[in-house]
Protein backbone atom coordinates (compact mmCIF):
# COMPACT_ATOMS: atom_id res chain seq x y z
CA UNK A 1 0.00 0.00 0.00
CA UNK A 2 1.58 3.15 -0.81
CA UNK A 3 2.54 5.60 2.05
CA UNK A 4 0.57 8.73 1.99
CA UNK A 5 2.23 11.83 0.59
CA UNK A 6 2.97 15.08 2.91
CA UNK A 7 0.90 17.25 0.54
CA UNK A 8 -2.11 14.25 1.13
CA UNK A 9 -2.11 14.76 5.07
CA UNK A 10 -2.47 18.32 5.20
CA UNK A 11 -5.03 18.17 2.72
CA UNK A 12 -7.06 16.08 5.46
CA UNK A 13 -5.95 18.25 8.56
CA UNK A 14 -8.94 20.60 9.42
CA UNK A 15 -7.31 24.38 9.92
CA UNK A 16 -7.40 25.99 13.24
CA UNK A 17 -10.30 28.73 13.46
CA UNK A 18 -8.24 31.16 16.38
CA UNK A 19 -11.24 32.17 18.70
CA UNK A 20 -12.65 35.79 18.79
CA UNK A 21 -13.56 36.75 21.56
CA UNK A 22 -15.30 40.83 21.74
CA UNK A 23 -15.03 42.69 24.86
CA UNK A 24 -16.70 46.18 24.91
CA UNK A 25 -17.26 49.07 27.47
CA UNK A 26 -16.22 52.76 28.41
CA UNK A 27 -12.65 52.32 29.18
CA UNK A 28 -12.95 55.66 30.99
CA UNK A 29 -9.51 56.40 32.84
CA UNK A 30 -8.28 53.22 31.42
CA UNK A 31 -7.26 52.30 34.77
CA UNK A 32 -5.44 48.06 35.49
CA UNK A 33 -8.72 46.86 36.42
CA UNK A 34 -9.90 47.34 32.64
CA UNK A 35 -6.71 45.85 31.70
CA UNK A 36 -6.74 43.01 33.99
CA UNK A 37 -10.62 42.12 32.75
CA UNK A 38 -9.11 42.03 28.92
CA UNK A 39 -5.87 39.89 30.42
CA UNK A 40 -8.81 37.34 30.88
CA UNK A 41 -10.45 37.83 28.10
CA UNK A 42 -7.50 37.39 26.01
CA UNK A 43 -7.13 34.06 27.94
CA UNK A 44 -10.21 32.98 26.72
CA UNK A 45 -9.55 33.07 22.66
CA UNK A 46 -6.87 33.39 20.70
CA UNK A 47 -7.11 37.35 18.77
CA UNK A 48 -8.77 39.92 21.24
CA UNK A 49 -10.71 42.60 19.80
CA UNK A 50 -12.55 45.54 21.83
CA UNK A 51 -15.13 48.07 21.37
CA UNK A 52 -14.81 51.19 23.07
CA UNK A 53 -18.25 53.87 23.13
CA UNK A 54 -18.50 57.15 22.02
CA UNK A 55 -18.72 60.31 24.25
CA UNK A 56 -22.09 60.91 23.31
CA UNK A 57 -23.22 57.47 23.90
CA UNK A 58 -21.18 57.56 27.37
CA UNK A 59 -22.72 60.50 28.53
CA UNK A 60 -26.43 59.14 27.47
CA UNK A 61 -25.85 56.33 29.41
CA UNK A 62 -23.69 56.83 32.34
CA UNK A 63 -22.90 60.48 32.70
CA UNK A 64 -19.40 62.88 31.21
CA UNK A 65 -16.20 60.78 30.59
CA UNK A 66 -13.03 62.03 32.10
CA UNK A 67 -10.87 60.92 28.79
CA UNK A 68 -11.99 61.59 25.35
CA UNK A 69 -12.87 59.09 22.96
CA UNK A 70 -9.64 59.44 21.57
CA UNK A 71 -7.99 59.01 23.97
CA UNK A 72 -9.52 56.25 25.34
CA UNK A 73 -9.00 54.63 22.31
CA UNK A 74 -5.11 54.91 21.95
CA UNK A 75 -4.99 53.54 25.48
CA UNK A 76 -7.24 50.75 24.84
CA UNK A 77 -5.06 49.98 21.84
CA UNK A 78 -1.68 50.29 23.97
CA UNK A 79 -3.25 47.92 26.34
CA UNK A 80 -0.54 44.35 25.77
CA UNK A 81 -3.45 41.84 25.76
CA UNK A 82 -5.39 43.65 23.08
CA UNK A 83 -5.62 43.14 19.22
CA UNK A 84 -7.84 45.16 17.63
CA UNK A 85 -9.75 48.10 18.53
CA UNK A 86 -13.47 49.14 17.60
CA UNK A 87 -13.85 52.50 17.63
CA UNK A 88 -17.48 53.91 18.23
CA UNK A 89 -18.71 50.38 19.37
CA UNK A 90 -22.84 50.68 20.35
CA UNK A 91 -23.56 50.59 24.04
CA UNK A 92 -25.41 47.50 23.86
CA UNK A 93 -23.80 44.69 22.25
CA UNK A 94 -25.58 43.37 19.52
CA UNK A 95 -25.14 39.83 17.60
CA UNK A 96 -24.40 41.66 14.17
CA UNK A 97 -21.51 43.87 15.91
CA UNK A 98 -20.03 40.23 16.80
CA UNK A 99 -20.68 38.96 13.74
CA UNK A 100 -19.71 41.91 11.64
CA UNK A 101 -16.18 41.23 13.61
CA UNK A 102 -16.31 37.40 13.70
CA UNK A 103 -16.49 37.13 17.08
CA UNK A 104 -17.47 33.87 18.89
CA UNK A 105 -18.33 35.54 21.81
CA UNK A 106 -18.20 38.75 24.72
CA UNK A 107 -16.48 38.78 27.10
CA UNK A 108 -17.82 41.11 30.45
CA UNK A 109 -17.01 41.32 34.35
CA UNK A 110 -19.04 39.85 36.45
CA UNK A 111 -20.54 42.95 37.12
CA UNK A 112 -23.73 44.64 36.12
CA UNK A 113 -23.90 47.22 33.40
CA UNK A 114 -27.52 49.11 32.35
CA UNK A 115 -28.28 51.32 29.69
CA UNK A 116 -30.04 54.53 30.74
CA UNK A 117 -33.34 53.08 30.56
CA UNK A 118 -32.61 50.05 33.31
CA UNK A 119 -31.76 47.61 30.22
CA UNK A 120 -28.92 44.92 31.00
CA UNK A 121 -26.38 45.96 28.07
CA UNK A 122 -25.65 42.62 27.42
CA UNK A 123 -29.26 41.19 27.34
CA UNK A 124 -29.02 40.21 23.67
CA UNK A 125 -25.86 38.02 23.29
CA UNK A 126 -26.99 36.39 27.08
CA UNK A 127 -30.24 35.09 25.24
CA UNK A 128 -28.11 33.98 21.95
CA UNK A 129 -25.28 32.13 24.47
CA UNK A 130 -22.20 34.21 23.22
CA UNK A 131 -21.72 35.49 26.53
CA UNK A 132 -19.04 34.51 29.54
CA UNK A 133 -18.13 36.32 32.02
CA UNK A 134 -14.69 37.19 33.89
CA UNK A 135 -13.83 38.11 37.40
CA UNK A 136 -14.22 41.73 38.12
CA UNK A 137 -11.03 42.89 39.51
CA UNK A 138 -12.77 44.51 42.97
CA UNK A 139 -11.48 47.78 44.74
CA UNK A 140 -10.85 50.28 41.88
CA UNK A 141 -13.37 51.84 39.06
CA UNK A 142 -13.33 55.26 37.40
CA UNK A 143 -15.94 56.27 40.27
CA UNK A 144 -13.55 55.17 42.92
CA UNK A 145 -10.36 57.27 41.52
CA UNK A 146 -12.79 60.28 40.40
CA UNK A 147 -13.81 60.49 44.32
CA UNK A 148 -10.27 59.64 45.70
CA UNK A 149 -9.61 63.24 43.67
CA UNK A 150 -12.66 65.19 44.47
CA UNK A 151 -12.69 64.30 48.22
CA UNK A 152 -8.57 64.45 48.12
CA UNK A 153 -8.24 61.55 50.31
CA UNK A 154 -5.00 59.91 51.33
CA UNK A 155 -6.15 56.42 52.91
CA UNK A 156 -5.61 54.98 49.94
CA UNK A 157 -1.98 55.29 50.34
CA UNK A 158 0.96 52.99 51.26
CA UNK A 159 2.59 54.32 53.80
CA UNK A 160 5.03 53.79 57.26
CA UNK A 161 5.39 49.84 56.87
CA UNK A 162 3.18 49.14 54.08
CA UNK A 163 5.30 51.27 52.00
CA UNK A 164 7.23 48.57 49.87
CA UNK A 165 4.59 45.64 50.87
CA UNK A 166 3.82 43.63 47.83
CA UNK A 167 0.61 42.08 49.89
CA UNK A 168 -1.47 43.73 52.05
CA UNK A 169 -4.79 43.64 53.76
CA UNK A 170 -8.16 44.05 52.68
CA UNK A 171 -8.44 47.88 53.51
CA UNK A 172 -12.04 49.59 54.14
CA UNK A 173 -11.17 52.90 53.10
CA UNK A 174 -12.96 54.64 51.21
CA UNK A 175 -11.88 57.06 47.82
CA UNK A 176 -15.73 58.11 47.65
CA UNK A 177 -18.45 59.27 49.58
CA UNK A 178 -21.08 57.63 50.77
CA UNK A 179 -23.12 59.06 48.37
CA UNK A 180 -21.06 57.28 45.88
CA UNK A 181 -20.89 53.70 46.99
CA UNK A 182 -21.94 50.50 44.92
CA UNK A 183 -21.99 47.02 45.11
CA UNK A 184 -18.61 47.07 43.12
CA UNK A 185 -17.16 50.08 43.15
CA UNK A 186 -17.80 51.49 46.97
CA UNK A 187 -15.25 50.04 48.85
CA UNK A 188 -11.51 49.84 48.36
CA UNK A 189 -10.54 46.19 48.74
CA UNK A 190 -7.77 45.54 46.05
CA UNK A 191 -5.12 43.07 47.62
CA UNK A 192 -1.78 43.01 45.40
CA UNK A 193 -0.19 40.20 45.59
CA UNK A 194 2.69 38.54 43.79
CA UNK A 195 0.28 36.43 41.58
CA UNK A 196 -1.19 39.62 39.98
CA UNK A 197 2.04 41.07 39.39
CA UNK A 198 3.07 38.13 37.64
CA UNK A 199 -0.04 37.52 35.76
CA UNK A 200 0.48 41.37 34.47
CA UNK A 201 4.44 40.87 33.83
CA UNK A 202 5.66 40.10 30.56
CA UNK A 203 8.05 37.42 31.63
CA UNK A 204 10.32 38.56 29.22
CA UNK A 205 14.48 39.59 30.29
CA UNK A 206 16.97 41.72 28.25
CA UNK A 207 18.79 39.55 25.50
CA UNK A 208 22.44 39.89 24.84
CA UNK A 209 23.40 43.13 23.22
CA UNK A 210 19.96 44.55 24.39
CA UNK A 211 19.87 48.47 24.64
CA UNK A 212 18.32 49.05 28.20
CA UNK A 213 16.68 51.94 28.30
CA UNK A 214 15.53 53.42 32.34
CA UNK A 215 12.53 55.66 32.72
CA UNK A 216 11.32 56.95 36.67
CA UNK A 217 8.16 58.72 38.04
CA UNK A 218 5.05 58.84 39.33
CA UNK A 219 3.20 57.14 36.57
CA UNK A 220 0.01 58.35 38.71
CA UNK A 221 -3.20 57.48 37.26
CA UNK A 222 -2.19 56.73 33.60
CA UNK A 223 -2.64 58.55 30.93
CA UNK A 224 -1.69 59.50 27.09
CA UNK A 225 0.73 61.62 28.21
CA UNK A 226 2.48 58.57 30.28
CA UNK A 227 1.95 56.68 27.14
CA UNK A 228 2.85 58.73 24.52
CA UNK A 229 6.30 59.38 26.65
CA UNK A 230 7.03 55.28 27.23
CA UNK A 231 6.28 55.08 23.30
CA UNK A 232 9.19 57.53 22.67
CA UNK A 233 11.58 56.03 25.63
CA UNK A 234 10.71 52.32 23.97
CA UNK A 235 12.05 53.82 20.69
CA UNK A 236 15.49 54.60 22.33
CA UNK A 237 15.87 50.92 22.52
CA UNK A 238 14.89 47.50 23.25
CA UNK A 239 14.19 46.95 26.89
CA UNK A 240 12.17 49.69 28.73
CA UNK A 241 12.59 49.97 32.49
CA UNK A 242 10.47 51.52 34.53
CA UNK A 243 11.15 52.95 38.01
CA UNK A 244 8.03 53.43 40.21
CA UNK A 245 8.43 56.11 43.44
CA UNK A 246 7.07 54.57 46.56
CA UNK A 247 3.67 56.64 47.65
CA UNK A 248 5.60 58.86 50.55
CA UNK A 249 8.39 59.88 47.61
CA UNK A 250 5.50 60.99 45.50
CA UNK A 251 3.84 62.76 48.03
CA UNK A 252 6.80 64.68 48.84
CA UNK A 253 7.44 66.16 45.31
CA UNK A 254 3.99 66.27 44.28
CA UNK A 255 2.16 67.55 47.44
CA UNK A 256 -1.85 67.65 48.30
CA UNK A 257 -3.03 64.14 47.95
CA UNK A 258 -1.01 62.40 45.39
CA UNK A 259 -0.36 60.12 44.30
CA UNK A 260 -4.48 59.06 43.34
CA UNK A 261 -3.37 55.72 42.58
CA UNK A 262 -1.17 53.35 45.45
CA UNK A 263 2.03 51.92 44.62
CA UNK A 264 1.08 48.50 43.60
CA UNK A 265 -2.14 50.40 41.35
CA UNK A 266 0.47 52.40 39.61
CA UNK A 267 2.70 48.76 39.08
CA UNK A 268 -0.44 47.06 37.72
CA UNK A 269 -1.26 50.06 35.18
CA UNK A 270 2.50 50.34 33.69
CA UNK A 271 2.78 47.12 33.41
CA UNK A 272 -0.28 46.80 31.23
CA UNK A 273 1.32 48.97 28.70
CA UNK A 274 2.69 47.17 25.40
CA UNK A 275 6.05 49.08 25.71
CA UNK A 276 6.97 48.02 29.19
CA UNK A 277 9.27 45.76 29.43
CA UNK A 278 9.82 45.96 33.15
CA UNK A 279 8.85 47.52 36.49
CA UNK A 280 10.83 48.41 39.75
CA UNK A 281 8.56 48.72 42.37
CA UNK A 282 9.66 51.44 44.86
CA UNK A 283 12.63 52.88 42.79
CA UNK A 284 15.14 55.24 44.50
CA UNK A 285 13.99 58.46 43.32
CA UNK A 286 17.88 59.69 42.47
CA UNK A 287 19.37 57.24 39.80
CA UNK A 288 22.41 55.80 41.22
CA UNK A 289 25.55 54.07 40.18
CA UNK A 290 24.29 50.62 42.04
CA UNK A 291 20.79 51.03 40.04
CA UNK A 292 22.29 51.46 36.81
CA UNK A 293 25.06 48.73 36.83
CA UNK A 294 22.68 46.37 38.39
CA UNK A 295 20.25 46.96 35.91
CA UNK A 296 22.74 46.98 32.98
CA UNK A 297 21.25 50.59 32.01
CA UNK A 298 22.43 51.91 29.06
CA UNK A 299 20.34 55.20 28.65
CA UNK A 300 17.68 57.14 31.61
CA UNK A 301 15.12 59.43 29.95
CA UNK A 302 13.23 61.52 31.45
CA UNK A 303 10.33 63.97 29.53
CA UNK A 304 9.70 67.61 29.59
CA UNK A 305 8.17 68.27 32.89
CA UNK A 306 10.52 70.10 35.85
CA UNK A 307 12.90 67.82 37.42
CA UNK A 308 12.30 67.78 40.97
CA UNK A 309 15.33 67.90 43.14
CA UNK A 310 15.74 65.02 45.80
CA UNK A 311 15.31 65.76 49.46
CA UNK A 312 19.12 66.74 50.13
CA UNK A 313 18.27 68.70 47.09
CA UNK A 314 20.62 66.89 45.03
CA UNK A 315 19.92 66.13 41.10
CA UNK A 316 18.52 62.42 41.34
CA UNK A 317 20.06 62.36 37.63
CA UNK A 318 23.38 63.24 38.35
CA UNK A 319 25.11 59.90 38.20
CA UNK A 320 23.58 58.92 34.37
CA UNK A 321 24.76 62.28 33.77
CA UNK A 322 28.02 61.92 35.04
CA UNK A 323 28.08 58.91 32.69
CA UNK A 324 26.89 60.64 28.96
CA UNK A 325 23.85 58.22 29.55
CA UNK A 326 21.37 60.79 30.22
CA UNK A 327 18.39 61.88 27.65
CA UNK A 328 15.31 64.18 27.67
CA UNK A 329 12.37 63.37 25.63
CA UNK A 330 9.38 65.09 24.08
CA UNK A 331 6.69 62.87 23.56
CA UNK A 332 4.84 65.79 21.79
CA UNK A 333 1.85 65.20 24.72
CA UNK A 334 1.29 68.03 27.49
CA UNK A 335 -1.25 65.63 29.16
CA UNK A 336 -0.52 65.54 32.95
CA UNK A 337 -2.32 63.97 36.04
CA UNK A 338 -3.11 67.53 37.24
CA UNK A 339 -4.53 68.58 34.35
CA UNK A 340 -6.92 65.26 34.64
CA UNK A 341 -7.35 66.43 38.11
CA UNK A 342 -8.77 69.95 36.78
CA UNK A 343 -10.85 68.05 34.66
CA UNK A 344 -12.62 66.16 37.54
CA UNK A 345 -12.58 69.71 39.79
CA UNK A 346 -14.20 71.72 36.77
CA UNK A 347 -17.65 69.41 36.21
CA UNK A 348 -17.27 68.00 40.06
CA UNK A 349 -21.35 68.46 39.84
CA UNK A 350 -21.31 66.41 36.94
CA UNK A 351 -19.69 63.58 38.18
CA UNK A 352 -21.06 63.69 42.05
CA UNK A 353 -24.71 63.41 39.88
CA UNK A 354 -22.94 60.61 37.48
CA UNK A 355 -22.08 58.74 40.62
CA UNK A 356 -25.31 59.08 42.46
CA UNK A 357 -26.73 57.69 39.43
CA UNK A 358 -24.85 55.00 39.15
CA UNK A 359 -25.25 53.58 42.14
CA UNK A 360 -29.23 53.81 42.16
CA UNK A 361 -28.99 52.11 39.15
CA UNK A 362 -26.41 49.29 40.34
CA UNK A 363 -28.51 48.60 43.77
CA UNK A 364 -31.50 47.88 41.54
CA UNK A 365 -29.52 45.54 39.65
CA UNK A 366 -27.79 44.05 42.12
CA UNK A 367 -30.96 43.53 44.02
CA UNK A 368 -32.78 41.87 40.80
CA UNK A 369 -29.59 39.54 40.25
CA UNK A 370 -29.70 38.11 44.02
CA UNK A 371 -33.57 37.70 43.39
CA UNK A 372 -33.27 35.97 40.37
CA UNK A 373 -30.10 33.87 41.18
CA UNK A 374 -31.82 32.77 44.49
CA UNK A 375 -35.13 31.97 42.33
CA UNK A 376 -32.79 29.71 39.90
CA UNK A 377 -33.85 31.86 36.60
CA UNK A 378 -30.06 33.11 35.60
CA UNK A 379 -28.57 30.47 33.15
CA UNK A 380 -25.16 32.53 32.68
CA UNK A 381 -22.66 31.00 34.23
CA UNK A 382 -19.15 32.40 35.01
CA UNK A 383 -16.35 32.04 33.54
CA UNK A 384 -13.29 32.88 35.90
CA UNK A 385 -10.03 32.88 34.38
CA UNK A 386 -6.84 33.89 36.54
Known sequence: MPQAQPNDVLSKVTPLVPKKPFSDVSYDMVHFGHANSLRQAKAMGDYLIVGVHTDEEITKHKGPPVFTQEERYKMVRAIKWVDEVVEGAPYVTTLETLDKYECDFCVHGD?????????????????????????RTEGVSTTDLVGRMLLMTRQHQQVGEAEYLVGRDHSDSLGTDASARSPWTGVTQFLPTTQKIMQFSSGLTPKSGDKIVYVAGAFDL????????????????????????TDPVVNRYKGANYPIMNLHERVLSVLACKYVSEVVIGAPYSVTSDLMDQLKVDLVCHGMSEIMPDADDSDPYAEPKRRNKFKILDSGNDMTTQRIVERIIEHRLDYEVRNKKKERKEKAAYAAYIKAKAEGRLDIEPIHVE
Not at 111 to 132: E, F, N, W
Not at 222 to 245: M, N, P, S, T, Y
Request: aromatic letters at 10%; charged letters at 30%; proline letters at 0%.
Open 222 to 245: FHVGHLDFLEKARQEGDFLIVGLH
Open 111 to 135: DITMTADGVDTYHIVKAAKRYKECR
